[in-house]
């Protein structure tokens, strides 16, 4: 693994040359700056003229100056987020934005040079969204047991784990993406949700584990909506019936 000075020279350097191109009229550090031993690089720039020239020179520029492995690219809006790997496993994620629409995303935003619009508070997932995608996942997850899909299945329940770990964040005000807030769960809502794990692809533990999985998805939901917790209780039952 890379090593913390590594690291911090690697954004120094990346910064510098930002400042130095002419076409990248703001930068700023959209990660946590500091982090911890294992945070990755994270900025942003603000471009004037052709994005996709400055995305070419760019990613020339990664591989042939810091010798990267890999890249693949996350499209946000008019934003477009390059993600590189370098050597020992360090990622870089650089985001090439217009300049009118140079602004903060999150809240982990400092500018390093340039000026910035103002940016548009994030809003979370909304309580419906999370709980539908929830009983979707449930629903898929039975179905593929029913098709004998053990894999896809097992897709599925985690799936279902994860809207419901989703749900409590979204209700207790932590970060609701990509699991950021669940360490910060108490032990007591997450410790039912160690039975919805999968331990194997046995028919028998697949619906053993679904079955878990929407008990702690109907009592995550009957913490915030009742009324929706109770129209959906008896479905979620008849997803979880550990027979045909």
């Known amino acids: 693994m890379f090593a913390v000075s590594h690291r911090n020279r690697v954004r120094e350097l990346l910064l510098a040359l930002a400042e130095a191109d002419p076409a990248v009229v703001g930068a700023a550090v959209t990660g946590s700056y500091g982090g911890d031993r294992w945070s990755d690089i994270d900025l942003a720039f603000a471009i004037q003229g052709r994005l996709g020239a400055a995305l070419e020179r760019w990613t020339e520029r990664l ?21 590189f790997l370098l050597p020992g496993w360090l990622e870089v994620d650089l985001a090439f934005t217009p300049s009118a629409e140079f602004g903060p995303h999150g809240p982990n935003w400092r500018v390093v040079f340039g000026s910035a619009v103002p940016g548009e508070p994030g809003t979370p997932p ?7 995608l929830a009983w ?3 629903l898929h997850a039975r179905v593929c ?12 329940i985690s799936a279902v784990r994860d809207q419901t770990l989703a749900l409590a964040c979204l209700r207790l005000g932590y970060p609701t993406d990509y699991a950021k807030g669940a360490h910060l769960l108490p032990a007591a809502l997450t410790a039912p949700l160690e039975a919805t794990l999968v331990r194997s ?15 702690t998805l109907a009592a995550e939901l009957a913490c915030t909506d009742a009324a929706l917790a109770a129209r959906l209780r008896p479905l979620l039952a008849e997803l979880g019936a550990t027979g045909p």
Do not use: K
């Open 136 to 138: 979707h996942h449930a």
């Open 126 to 132: 909304s309580h419906d969204r999370l709980a539908g």
């Open 201 to 215: 692809l046995d028919e028998t533990e697949l619906r053993r584990a679904l079955a878990a999985a929407v008990t």
């Open 63 to 83: 591989y042939r100056d810091f010798d990267a492995l890999h890249h693949w690219d996350l499209p946000s809006g008019s934003t477009v987020y390059r993600v």
């Open 145 to 156: 047991i029913e098709r004998r899909r053990w894999w896809q299945a097992e897709h599925w």
